[in-house]
């Protein structure tokens, strides 16, 4: 079973879909189509991939729409995230009203910025957290190494809940000092780690060969048991766990999120 974590959806229909107002960047408009979903469906089938969770993108904040209607067509194979705003007292009961509309909604995911929060102790941030936990979702953290201190932190408060880091916590963003805390975030068992996110530090596409000698690193802080993929193409697995057995790197494809939402 082969499971991609990372995909986002973006119309070209702008009056359908429209970008939210505090959308911290807006995508090339070139590059969006008029249905994403359907060449996303036959970039799953070209790359063997059988399922997938698509990650709402945050350029549509807390409007749902697109990612609802993927859902809908597609309702076998795919699952997704969801955003809101940690500052929104209101968001908490929004995203239980989101999850009783559609139960195939199956994680948040909280931005480590300013445009979302200004620190993981935030009173909003912990409301919206433990909602979400007690939803039973996995909690995505897109955050750079100088705030998985302060994520650990929340990790601790509530230690039955899933949390997934994004892009390997874009170690580009900060430091090797700062990058400790990330590596740290591995004694929680109920973190997981994604490789993902490899072109934003390395260059050499399609499987950033250069960038083996860290990733190694994080598979021997996390172990195959927490690791998933997502992003480009499943080849990477192979690639950057080819140390591990057959089975381990099945794990990191898919099995291991298979497992996570059986």
């Known amino acids: ?9 973006f119309s070209r229909d702008r009056e359908g879909y ?7 960047y807006i995508p090339d408009e070139s590059r969006l189509l008029e249905d994403p979903l359907a060449a996303y469906l036959t ?5 063997g991939i059988d399922r997938a969770i698509l990650v709402h993108p945050e350029p549509y904040g807390d409007d749902h729409r697109l ?14 995230t969801s955003l809101f705003y940690p500052r929104d007292p209101e968001a908490p009961r929004k995203l239980e009203q989101l999850v009783r509309h559609q139960p195939r909604i199956v994680a948040t995911r909280f931005h480590g910025h300013k445009a979302y929060l200004d ?17 039973g979702l996995i909690i995505e953290l897109h955050i750079g190494p100088k705030y998985a201190a302060q994520a650990a932190e929340v990790i601790r408060m509530y230690p039955d809940f899933t949390v997934l880091i994004d892009h390997l916590g874009e170690p580009h963003t900060g430091n090797a000092v700062e990058y400790a805390d990330v590596l740290e975030l591995a004694r929680f068992d109920t973190v997981v780690m994604k490789l993902s996110g490899l072109g934003h530090f390395s260059t050499d596409e ?7 000698p860290f990733t190694r690193l994080i598979v021997d ?15 990477i697995v192979d690639t950057h766990l ?7 790197r099945e794990k990191v494809k898919g099995d291991n999120l298979a497992y996570l939402f059986s």
Not at 18 to 24: E, I, K, L, N
Not at 125 to 131: M, T
Request: with cysteine.
């Open 1 to 9: 079973m082969v499971i991609e974590w990372n995909a986002h959806m």
């Open 221 to 235: 802080a996390f172990g195959p048991d927490r690791m998933v993929w997502g992003g480009g193409t499943p080849a």
């Open 43 to 47: 970039r799953m089938d070209e790359e």
């Open 18 to 24: 429209p970008f939210h107002p505090q959308a911290t």
């Open 206 to 212: 399609p499987l950033y060969l250069e960038a083996r």
């Open 67 to 80: 990612i609802l209607e993927c859902l809908e067509r597609e309702p076998e194979r795919l699952k997704a």
């Open 119 to 135: 620190r993981f102790g935030d009173d909003g941030v912990r409301a919206l957290w433990r909602k979400a936990g007690e939803l």
């Open 242 to 248: 080819g140390h591990l057995s057959e089975k381990d």
